[in-house]
Each structure stands twice: as C-alpha cells, then as structure tokens.
C-alpha cells in the first residue's frame, strides 16, 4: 500500500474520482481512482433540477473540487482505476494535520447509508 497527497481534480460518480497525486521531488501524476471495499449505487434520484447523485452530492459537499487529502492506494482493479482509501478534513491541506484526525471518505459514505460494503466479488 502506498500514500500520498492527492488534489481532487473531478469527482465521477459517488466511488469513482480523478485526482492529481504527489509522488514527491516536485513529480505529480492524474490518476483514476475507484473507493476501495465500498460500492455506490448506480441509481441516482431524479429531481426538479435534474438528476442527483446523493453520494456525490455528499462528496461535493464535504470534500469538494481541489480539496488536498491523503490517498491510501492498494492496486488497480479491472477496468484500470486504482483502488484507494480517500482521507480528508474538510478545508484543511496540510497533510500532517489531515491524519492527525483523519476522516475516512470510504467509511463515512457507509456510515450515512450512500454506499455499501463491496469485496470485489459480483454485485
């Protein structure tokens, strides 16, 4: 497992973001990434503005575009994305006071009922 500081670049869906990582010696990398052992459902609710994600919504909210956090990264999965843990606290961009009380995005997404836990297998 890796980690590093990534800014987030594009949120996709509710599991699915693109983010731009530091590798360190100044050498950065965009990369596609998919919430590791969580899945969000692909039915979104339609409202009068339109269609609504609720996991994105929660993530727009609390980590939006150009948030720096911490990525754990553990592999990449079938389709090319890799397979991440995503830390945050809400505004803060220093990494040492981020996991000083991390907030786990995959947890929290479970915890609020927007995902579910997802080993890899058929869904």
Not at 18 to 23: G, H, K, P, S, T
Not at 69 to 92: H, M, P
Not at 101 to 111: A, F, I, M
Request: net charge negative.
């Amino acid at each position: 497992m890796f980690q590093y500081e990534a800014k987030l670049l594009r949120l996709i869906d509710g599991d699915t973001m693109i983010f731009d990582i530091d590798l360190g010696f100044k050498i950065h990398t965009e990369i596609d990434v998919r919430l590791a052992r969580i899945d969000t459902p692909e039915t979104v609710n339609y409202t009068a503005k339109g269609i609504a994600d609720p996991a994105k919504i929660y993530i727009m909210q609390n980590m939006p575009v150009g948030s720096v956090c911490v990525v754990n990264i553990s592999r990449a999965e079938k389709y090319g994305r890799w397979l991440a843990d995503v830390f945050f606290q809400t505004g803060e961009v220093d990494r040492d006071e981020i996991m000083l009380h991390p907030r786990c995005l995959n947890d929290e997404l479970v915890r609020n009922g927007l995902a579910r836990l997802y080993d890899g297998g058929k869904k």
